[in-house]
Antibody, heavy 120, light 111 residues
Framework: QITLKESGPTLVKPTQTLTLTCTFS??????????VGWIRQPPGKALEWLAL???????RYSPSLKSRLTITKDTSKNQVVLTMTNMDPVDTATYYC????????????WGQGTLVTVSS | QSALTQPRSVSGSPGQSVTISCTGT?????????VSWYQQHPGKAPKLMIY???KRPSGVPDRFSGSKSGNTASLTISGLQAEDEADYYC???????????FGGGTKLTVL
């Protein structure tokens, strides 16, 4: 059974750096083809793809946010970490992490999401 | 503004069929057979309903089907049921640089 869960601060101040952790079970990020990604959704708005890391440490980022994002993995801890620098109120959103079975497979298992509010 | 264009809302009566469109470009929807569709109920995480344009994950009813023509993908839901009322999002692979893009979402109302 694949499960994922996001954790991190619920409130950050503008200009601060956000660090979110995705802790998962039921699969290994050392398995060929597997990936874990991040997607966000501002309140009442659409989904936005952010970043993805594959088993072989291949990393992909949204071009519009690439300069602010870093995705890393800790295979031994079954965790993926996303950092986003220079947070702004427009970054207020629910942040989801999700599993992808193989290269170019869409996210199939999602975490419950974590709401991050950016406010002073 | 989302990269893929979806109608903001669609509606249908129980038992009817509805189709939701997702229009992109030759750089995403039209260029690859990697279109997926998600269903999202209020306050819940998205659920994968269709992948690779027309494939259904295990457990998804065959009332849900996907197709693509040119730069437009479509999700058809037949035999509408009350529990189908939700937001639906399309997603497409968009090449090695952009990688993935979502649509703006469509609210399905079951009348």
């Amino acid at each position: 059974q694949i499960t994922l869960k996001e954790s991190g601060p619920t409130l950050v101040k503008p200009t601060q750096t956000l660090t979110l952790t995705c802790t998962f079970s039921g699969f290994s990020l050392s398995t060929s083809g597997v990936g874990v990604g991040w997607i966000r959704q501002p309140p009442g708005k659409a989904l936005e793809w952010l970043a993805l890391i594959y088993w072989d440490d291949d990393k992909r980022y949204s071009p519009s946010l690439k300069s602010r994002l870093t995705i890393t993995k800790d295979t031994s801890k079954n965790q993926v970490v996303l950092t986003m620098t220079n947070m702004d109120p427009v970054d207020t959103a629910t942040y989801y992490c999700a599993h992808s079975l193989q290269w170019l497979s869409p996210p199939d298992y999602w975490g419950q999401g974590t709401l991050v509010t950016v406010s002073s | 503004q989302s990269a893929l264009t979806q109608p903001r809302s669609v509606s249908g009566s129980p038992g009817q069929s509805v189709t939701i469109s997702c229009t992109g470009t030759s750089s995403d929807v039209g260029g690859y057979n990697y279109v997926s569709w998600y269903q999202q109920h209020p306050g819940k995480a998205p659920k994968l309903m269709i992948y690779d344009v027309s494939k259904r994950p295990s457990g998804v009813p065959d009332r849900f089907s996907g197709s693509k023509s040119g730069n437009t993908a479509s999700l058809t839901i037949s035999g509408l049921q009350a529990e189908d009322e939700a937001d639906y999002y399309c997603c497409s692979y968009a090449g090695s640089y952009t990688f993935a893009v979502f649509g703006g979402g469509t609210k399905l109302t079951v009348l």
